[in-house]
C-alpha cells in the first residue's frame, strides 16, 4: 500500500531491524531485545507518573482560582455596598479573567484525564506482549538450531518492536502535550501572584500593570454588565446617601435603602 | 491483514476491505499532495472510523507485525505531510 501508510511501517521496520543487527548470536538478540523492552515499559510508567503529578498540579490552580473568583465576587459587592465603583469594577475584571482561565483549566484536566487513560491501557498492552515474548524467547532458545532461531527472533521482535515504536510515540505525544500544559499553567500562576485585595483600603493607591493588562484582556462589557446587575441586586441606585452607609451591606436589604432615602419612592 | 492505528492498537481487516481501505488512504495521500487541509482531515478520519468500525481488535498476546500502519488519529496536517516526504512522523 503506497503513501501514507506505507511511510510509517517503512520507518518502523528499519527502527526494529536496527535493534536486532546490535548482537550476533541469537541468544544475545533475545536477551537485548528483552532488556529493551522492559526499559520502555518502565519509561512508560515514568510517563505515566509525569502525567498524574500535572493533572493533580493543575487541580491544585484549579481549586485556587475557584476559590479566587469567589473572593472577588464578594469584595465586588462590597465595594459596591461602600460606594466605590472603581474598585469593584476592578475586583470584577479580575474575576472575569479568572473565570476565563477557569474554564481552560477545566478542559486540559480533561485532556489529562483521557492521555492517563490511554498511556495505562498502552502500558498494559505492551506489557502483555512483553510477556509472550518472553515466552517465546525460552522456545526458541531450548528448541531451535541457530539458523531457525534467527528467523523465529525476527518475527517475535518485530511483533514486539512494533509494539515498542507505537508506545513510544504516544507517550512522546501525550508529554508533549503536557509540557505545553505547564507553561500555561505558569501563566496563570502569575495572574494567581496578582491574587485577591488583600485589603480594601489598598486600592485607593491607584492601577498597577497588572490592573492595566487585566483591563485589557477581560470583556469590559461583561464586567459593566455584571456590575449593572450587582448594583441592582444592592438595591443602592444613584442616591449619594447609600455610599455614606458603607459598612459592607448584604445584597438584597431594602429596609436599610428605605432608612436612608428621605421619603424617596424605591422601585421594586 | 493487519492494520495498525499508530498510538490506539491493531485490527485485523478482510481482503475486501483492504481494498476500500486502500481507495480511502489515495484520497487522503492525494489531498496531503494538493495542500488541502480540510480535505486531509475529513478523509483521514473516514480512513480511522473505517478501520474501528471493520476490523477486529488483534488480541493482546498475539505477537504480530502490521501489514499497515497508520499515523495517530490525532495526528496535524503538517505532521501528516512531514510522514508523507521527508523525515517522517518516527524520525530515524
Known sequence: MPGLSGRMSTVIKAKISKLLDRAEDPAETLEYSYQKQIELLQNVKKGIADVVTSKKRLQLQEQKLRDQVVKLDTQARQALAAGNEDLARTALERKNVAQTELQSLDSQIAQLEQQQEQMTASEQKLRAKIEQFRSRKEVIKAQYSAAEAQVKISEAATGVGEEMADVGLAMQRALDKTENMKARADAVQELEAAGTFEDLTQLGAGEDDIDRQLRQLSSSSEVESELAKMKAELGSGSSPSAGELGAGAPAGEPAQAEQAGPSQGQAP | ?92
Open chain 2, 1 to 92: 491483514m493487519i492494520v495498525r492505528i499508530a498510538t490506539e492498537g491493531q485490527y485485523e481487516l478482510t481482503e475486501s476491505d483492504a481494498e476500500a481501505l486502500d481507495e480511502l488512504d489515495n484520497h487522503a495521500v492525494g489531498a496531503c499532495e494538493h495542500g488541502d487541509e480540510e480535505q486531509f482531515n475529513t478523509t483521514f478520519k473516514e480512513l480511522i472510523d473505517f478501520v474501528r468500525e471493520h476490523g477486529a481488535l488483534v488480541a493482546e498476546d498475539r505477537l504480530e507485525p502490521s501489514d499497515v500502519i497508520l499515523p495517530p488519529p490525532d495526528v496535524s496536517f503538517e505532521e501528516a505531510k512531514a510522514e508523507f516526504s521527508g523525515e517522517g512522523l518516527i524520525p530515524g
